[in-house]
């Protein structure tokens, strides 16, 4: 952790000195680590990480994902094997409970996503 914030801190430290006007090119700024170049290129253009950007293009948010895996648990506890068809279905019935909208299609959950969510 703290080779990420000492990171995080000369990263800092480099863009700060950029907008001083003591480094005229990011390039020169990270000739001593070139590995940080991206990083300052982007903390001088002022974009916001990865980490801290918003989520999107989720099927389902945090809640809906604790209550499924609450929800697998329960069925596991009773000795009840949770399937990717009936994860599927569960999750359909969530959004279809969530869908307010009748001009828009309702979003559904595939195959592919409830494989994806038993790997994570």
């Keep these: 952790m703290s080779d990420y914030l000492s990171t995080k801190n ?9 907008y001083n006007s003591e480094y005229p090119l990011i390039a020169e700024a990270t000739r001593e680590n070139p590995d940080l170049y991206g990083r300052v290129k982007n903390c001088v253009a002022r974009r916001i990480s990865r980490l801290n950007r918003p989520v ?14 609450l929800w697998i648990t329960r069925l596991n506890d009773i000795g009840q094997r949770p399937g990717i068809s009936l994860l599927k279905r569960f999750v359909n019935c969530i959004l279809a409970n969530r869908y307010t909208d009748p001009t828009e299609l309702l979003p559904t959950c595939g195959t592919k996503w409830a494989t994806r969510f038993c790997k994570r």
């Design 56 to 69: 999107i293009n989720r099927l389902l948010n945090d809640t809906e994902e604790e209550g499924i895996m």
């Design 10 to 18: 000369q990263v800092a430290c480099l863009a700060q000195a950029i």
